[in-house]
């Protein structure tokens, strides 16, 4: 999720990205200046072996969790999964656009159990976490909120062995290549209630008929099911044909032709609509869409 961990996309219905403001006069304060307790519910909790996270106390500016709203989280913790690891306090939200984040909401630990103070802004209504971080990953945490931004089923695993690159793989910390791992985080594992309009064979279905409506001709259809959303490739004869081929997939229901990359007869595109994505995973997917489909474009117009 990241936390933020680029996407060039028109038309998404629905973004997930992390957003964290620093407010430099509210959240510098100490914990006497957030004069208010703020009820809370726990969401979707995950940890490694040994790890925990306990939240204590929520304090805000506001007894509501909401935008515009600063507020302050102590707890305790445990990390045994790992030497060391950054604790964060982030939000996950459905605004694009990046924040920075403050010092104030992420803190070094090291293996064994203490406590935290963390405090954040919020640049807009989100879903609101504390969690380890270690190897530019995720690696546990907790959900928290207030009724409707209370994320209870996250739909991903920070350990499915299928996301997690093993930590003898990642560049160091001194790597230039460590800043764009980060940022674009890990794979992202298909919902188990993937449509079938979304799926491989779906996707491949839905091509054939595109293209027997318009008349034209699939030179080449590839589907790159690595990870979700799956993304479809097409190469045709003639320029025309792509323009033809792209007004029909607008017309056909439950697809969403949030942009892709190509050139006048091969093109490379996510068809998945926003809302069709797992709750709390939209960062992860846009950080690694505009690349995916570059990759793929490549893999048409090299065959």
Request: net charge negative.
């Given at each position: 999720?990241?936390?933020?961990?680029?996407?060039?996309?028109?038309?998404?219905?629905?973004?997930?990205?992390?957003?964290?403001?620093?407010?430099?006069?509210?959240?510098?304060?100490?914990?006497?200046?957030?004069?208010?307790?703020?009820?809370?519910?726990?969401?979707?909790?995950?940890?490694?072996?040994?790890?925990?996270?306990?939240?204590?106390?929520?304090?805000?500016?506001?007894?509501?969790?909401?935008?515009?709203?600063?507020?302050?989280?102590?707890?305790?913790?445990?990390?045994?999964?790992?030497?060391?690891?950054?604790?964060?306090?982030?939000?996950?939200?459905?605004?694009?656009?990046?924040?920075?984040?403050?010092?104030?909401q992420t803190m070094r630990?090291?293996?064994?159990?203490?406590?935290?103070?963390?405090?954040?802004?919020?640049?807009?209504?989100?879903?609101?976490?504390?969690?380890?971080?270690?190897?530019?990953h995720g690696i546990g945490?907790?959900?928290?909120?207030?009724?409707?931004?209370?994320?209870?089923?996250?739909?991903?695993?920070?350990?499915?062995?299928?996301?997690?690159?093993?930590?003898?793989?990642?560049?160091?910390?001194?790597?230039?290549?460590?800043?764009?791992?980060?940022?674009?985080?890990?794979?992202?594992?298909?919902?188990?209630?993937?449509?079938?309009?979304?799926?491989?064979?779906?996707?491949?279905?839905?091509?054939?008929?595109?293209?027997?409506?318009?008349?034209?001709?699939?030179?080449?259809?590839?589907?790159?099911?690595?990870?979700?959303?799956?993304?479809?490739?097409?190469?045709?004869?003639?320029?025309?044909?792509?323009?033809?081929?792209?007004?029909?997939?607008?017309?056909?229901?439950?697809?969403?032709?949030?942009?892709?990359?190509?050139?006048?007869?091969?093109?490379?595109?996510?068809?998945?609509?926003?809302?069709?994505?797992?709750?709390?995973?939209g960062d992860r997917i846009?950080?690694?869409?505009?690349?995916?489909?570059?990759?793929?474009?490549?893999?048409?117009?090299?065959?």
């Amino acid at each position: 999720m990241k936390t933020k961990y680029l996407m060039i996309a028109t038309g998404l219905t629905a973004w997930c990205a992390v957003q964290s403001l620093f407010a430099d006069d509210t959240a510098a304060k100490g914990t006497t200046d957030f004069a208010y307790t703020v009820p809370f519910e726990l969401g979707d909790t995950e940890f490694a072996s040994g790890d925990s996270i306990t939240i204590q106390e929520v304090r805000g500016t506001s007894d509501e969790i909401r935008a515009g709203g600063t507020y302050c989280v102590t707890g305790t913790y445990t990390l045994s999964s790992e030497d060391s690891a950054s604790l964060n306090f982030f939000e996950t939200t459905t605004n694009p656009v990046m924040t920075p984040v403050g010092p104030q909401q992420t803190m070094r630990v090291q293996k064994g159990a203490g406590s935290f103070r963390l405090i954040m802004r919020m640049a807009d209504p989100g879903y609101l976490h504390v969690t380890f971080y270690a190897h530019h990953h995720g690696i546990g945490g907790v959900y928290f909120g207030q009724g409707q931004w209370v994320l209870h089923h996250k739909q991903f695993s920070y350990h499915a062995e299928s996301s997690r690159p093993e930590a003898g793989n990642l560049p160091s910390s001194n790597d230039p290549n460590a800043v764009l791992y980060g940022y674009l985080g890990d794979p992202v594992a298909p919902p188990a209630n993937l449509d079938a309009a979304y799926t491989k064979e779906g996707l491949i279905q839905g091509m054939q008929t595109a293209a027997q409506k318009t008349g034209v001709k699939l030179v080449k259809l590839e589907i790159d099911d690595s990870e979700f959303p799956y993304l479809v490739g097409v190469a045709f004869v003639t320029k025309k044909d792509t323009e033809r081929f792209k007004a029909q997939l607008k017309k056909m229901p439950g697809y969403s032709d949030t942009g892709g990359v190509g050139g006048e007869t091969t093109y490379a595109m996510n068809l998945v609509p926003g809302q069709a994505y797992p709750p709390g995973i939209g960062d992860r997917i846009d950080h690694r869409m505009i690349l995916r489909e570059l990759v793929l474009l490549d893999k048409l117009q090299g065959e």
